[in-house]
């Protein structure tokens, strides 16, 4: 068989973990670390701090089979391995760019500890530059040490994990990137994703900055697609045109193709909206205009705000007293990750007005509850029972429960049949042959 690489993960969090267990499952030896006592503990006793479809059963059988462990001991898990990643949070700073305070944490716990060649390998999303900062910090550690002479890589190698698939995405890559300029780096890197650039998926071999930047690329355009269709919903109601329609009539184009043209609530999550501002941050310190990408934000900041502006247009400015049910708050479905979640900022926006709010989430109740407590909010774990009622039911993710469920019931439960639909889940001519009064993004009233 192929030699099992020697790896230690520093962090737990989500992008860790994941690919913790799947460079595990690939083979390799894989020590996770994090500095919370709590989660190590948790993960030692089979408990994932997140919800990732496929993710614990993964780190069971690697565990089982002893590629998998946690550790708290940071320095000896990095003195024990030759590839250390690094994927600890970066999460936005007020200027709306990336606080690496965590990261730069890690990288001299790195410079500590190291004892043999190692490569040291960015996995979190670092602004441009910060590998190179990198490679300073422990270079200055390794001379207090003494240890001139001791090599090491740096290597920035970006992940486009989506949340809900983020296992079957590393395993089954559209591309793996990595950066450095070391070609014995990258030649080592080939080894390590061996396991998968022989089943065929394609590695890409660039600088540091140009793998950095991939990566902000690759979600600033998919964000652009978004915001871009967001725009398109807005002038269909204008102009009397269904953007579903619309979508269908551009997706055949293969120079255009299908994924990422879904008009919505817009984009939330850990990545897009931060990344998009971190490369305005990023581009803007060093004086480069960003038009598209600051309309891209400002399309967004706007789209959020759509099924507030539905309640408001239907029932008026003083919502005092209404009563409101909310399918979905989730950023997305598969995942119970509200992070920049359109539902949260609508259902804080509502309550201030003195509305009264119902929720629904399969898996998001929980980090709901903790964002909002429970000022003015219910929280249910049956979707219909949210309904009981209400003046009416508002939609922010299209969980495959909410598709298909009773129209019936949902009218018999409700107050009054009024669907405000954030994902269009529904026909139009439909909802109203069964007599809802029913409003979605960028189709007819
Ligand atoms: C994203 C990228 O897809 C991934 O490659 C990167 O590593 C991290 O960011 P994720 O945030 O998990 O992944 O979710 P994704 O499925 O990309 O959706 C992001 C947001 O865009 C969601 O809020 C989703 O509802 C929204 N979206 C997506 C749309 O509004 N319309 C679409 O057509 C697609």
Redesign the pocket.
Known sequence: GRAAMKICMIGTGYVGLVVGACLAEMGHEVICVDNNPAKISALLNGQLPIYEPGLERLVERNVLESRLSFSLDISESVAQSQFIFIAVGTPPAEDGSADLTYVMKAVEQIGASIRDYAIVITKSTVPIGSSERIRGIIEKQLKNRGLTDLEFDIVSNP????????VN?FLNPNRIVVGSSNPRALAYMEKLYLPLTSKGFPIVHMDIASAELA?YA??AM??T??SF??EMAGICEAVGADIERVRQGMELDHRIGS??????????????PK?VRAIIQSATERNIPTHILEAVDKVNHKQKKKLFEMVVGHFGEDLKGLRLAVWGLS??PE?DDIRE??SIETIEQLRKRGVQIQVHDPVALQNAYQALGEENITYFTGLYQALMDADALLIF??WKQYRSADLGRIKSLLKQPVLFDGRNLFNPYMMKEEGFVYQSIGRMK
């Open positions: 992940e486009f994990l989506r949340e809900g698939a983020a995405d990566k690759s979600n998919l964000a697609r978004i269709m967001n994924y990422f043209l879904s008009a919505g609530v817009g984009y939330g999550g850990s990545c897009f990344d950023f997305k995942t979640a359109p993710t299209e």
